[in-house]
C-alpha cells in the first residue's frame, strides 16, 4: 500500500518510473535521482558542490585534510618498501579539491611523486571535467589519468591505496521495512494523480529476508532502515583488485549494532538541498542529493570475504589526531601574521575533529592485502576494529 506523497512531480521521473512498470525499488529510483544519465544530481551542468551548493565536504573545508592524508599514502607506501610505482585510485574525486591536496603535498616528497601513479575514478562527465579543470595546473609535473569504474581503472591488479571521501554514502541503497510479516522492501510508485508515492514491497533479489536475524539483530515492527549491497559490491571487488596496499575509506555511518538500533528507527536515508536536510526522499528528484549513512561492519565484512584484513576503523577526529593536525595547526598559529587568516584556517580544520561537528560522525576504515601488522599513524591515538 502506497504511503506518502510528494507533490510537483517532474515529469522525466514519473516517465522513467512508468517506463520501469510504474513502481521501482528505492535503490532504482535513487539511481535515476542521482545518475540519471540527463537529469541526474550528479550528471547536470548545475551540480552544486561546496561552500555556496547544497552540502560541503572535509576536503572543499580545508587543504588540510588532503595534506595529511597524502602523509597516511607516503607512510602506508614506505611500508611497502618505497615500490617504484604505486597507484593511487581516488573514488568519486567531486570537485578536485583532494586530488589537489594529495598531489601539492607530494611534490614536497620527490621520490614518492616519481612512484605516484594517481587515477581518478568518476561517473559523472561534469565532474570530471571539474576535476580536470582544477587538476590542470596541480598535476602538470605528474599527469593523472580518469576512469569510469574502479575495475578499468585498476587493469591488471593494484599495489598502492583505493580511497575515497564520501563515496560509499553517495552509492544507492536498498530501502527496507520491517513489517508485522517479516521484512519488506520498500519502492516509489507514481500515483493515479501523477505524484510519487512510496509503498512496500517483496523484497527483491539480493536480499535475505533473514539478514538481520544471522547478524544476531532484532529490528522492531514499523523500522525503516537501508542496505547497501552496491557497497558490498565494490569492497568485493576491491579486495580482488587490491594485490599489495590498502582500501581507506572516510565517511559518515557506523558499525552495524549502532546503524541497526531501535532508536535508529527511521533509518539514516537523507537529502541535502541548498545546505538543509531534507527528510522525505522523494523531493526535488535529480535537484538533491541523497545519501545514507555507511555500514562500516557489513563493508568490513565483504572486504575480508575478499582477502582483505582490517587494520583499523575510528573516528575521523581521532584519525587526523594520529596524524598530527593539531601540530600542524600550531605550526599555523605560529607562521601566520595575519591573525584573522590564521583563526579562520584553524577553524575550518577544527571542524574535521571536533565531536559536534565531523570528528564523530566521520569514520575511517583500513583494509590491507598482502601487508604484515601495518601499523598506520591515523590510528595509533585510537583503534576500534574490534568493535566492527
Ligand atoms: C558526495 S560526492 C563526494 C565528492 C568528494 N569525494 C568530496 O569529498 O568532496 C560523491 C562522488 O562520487 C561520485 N560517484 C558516485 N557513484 C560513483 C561510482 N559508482 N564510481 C565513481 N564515482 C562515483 C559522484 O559523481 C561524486 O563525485
Redesign the pocket.
Known amino acids: 500500500m502506497a504511503t506518502e506523497g510528494c507533490t510537483e512531480t517532474p515529469a522525466w521521473i514519473a516517465a522513467a518510473i512508468q517506463e520501469l512498470g510504474g513502481g521501482v525499488s528505492g535503490e532504482r529510483f535513487m539511481e535515476l535521482a542521482l545518475y540519471h544519465p540527463v537529469h541526474g544530481y550528479?550528471q547536470k551542468k548545475g551540480v552544486s558542490?561546496g561552500r555556496e551548493g547544497d552540502f560541503v565536504?572535509?576536503?572543499?573545508l580545508t587543504s588540510l585534510f588532503g595534506e595529511l592524508l597524502c602523509l597516511q599514502m607516503i607512510e602506508i607506501w614506505e611500508t611497502m618498501g618505497a615500490p617504484a610505482r604505486f597507484v593511487l585510485i581516488e573514488?568519486?574525486?567531486?570537485?578536485g579539491?583532494?586530488a589537489e591536496d594529495i598531489i601539492r603535498t607530494s611534490q614536497k616528497f620527490p621520490r614518492f611523486l616519481e612512484a605516484l601513479d594517481y587515477r581518478l575514478?568518476?561517473?559523472?562527465p561534469v565532474?570530471r571535467e571539474m576535476q580536470q579543470h582544477r587538476l590542470q595546473k596541480t598535476t602538470a609535473p605528474l599527469g593523472c589519468h580518469w576512469y569510469a569504474?574502479l575495475q578499468e581503472a585498476a587493469g591488471d591488479g593494484v599495489e598502492g591505496v583505493l580511497f575515497?571521501?564520501?563515496?560509499l554514502?553517495?552509492?544507492p541503497v536498498r530501502w527496507l521495512e520491517m513489517t508485522s510479516e517479516g521484512l519488506r522492501e520498500v519502492g516509489v510508485v507514481v500515483s493515479r494523480s501523477g505524484t510519487l508515492a512510496l509503498t512496500t514491497m517483496p523484497l527483491g533479489s539480493g536480499l535475505d529476508p533473514n539478514y538481520f536475524k544471522r547478524l544476531g539483530l532484532e529490528l522492531p515492527v514499523g523500522m525503516r532502515t537501508e542496505v547497501c549491497l552496491r557497497g558490498r559490491e565494490w569492497m568485493r571487488l576491491a579486495g580482488r583488485v587490491l594485490r599489495r596496499g590498502v582500501v581507506l575509506m572516510v565517511d559518515y555511518g557506523y558499525t552495524d549494532r549502532d546503524y541497526y538500533a531501535p532508536e535508529r528507527c527511521q533509518g539514516t536515508l537523507v537529502g541535502h538541498f541548498r545546505h538543509q536536510r531534507v527528510d522525505d526522499p522523494l523531493a526535488h528528484p535529480g535537484e538533491m542529493d541523497l545519501t545514507a549513512h555507511v555500514d562500516f561492519s557489513a563493508m568490513a565484512r565483504a572486504g575480508c570475504a575478499a582477502g582483505l584484513t582490517v587494520c583499523g576503523y575510528t573516528t575521523q577526529g581521532w584519525f587526523f589526531m594520529g596524524l598530527g593536525l593539531l601540530e600542524r595547526l600550531q605550526g599555523v598559529a605560529r607562521s601566520q601574521r595575519d591573525g584573522g587568516l590564521g583563526r579562520a584556517i584553524r577553524q575550518s580544520a577544527l571542524r574535521l575533529i571536533l565531536p559536534e561537528e565531523m570528528g564523530e560522525r566521520f569514520k575511517v576504515l583500513a583494509l590491507c592485502a598482502g601487508l604484515k601488522n601495518v601499523e598506520l599513524s591515523g590510528y595509533r591515538l585510537k583503534n576500534q576494529r574490534d568493535e566492527l
Open positions: 550528479y558542490l565536504t572535509a576536503p572543499i573514488m568519486g574525486p567531486g570537485t579539491h583532494l575514478v568518476e561517473t559523472s565532474l569504474s575515497g571521501n564520501e563515496f554514502d553517495a552509492l
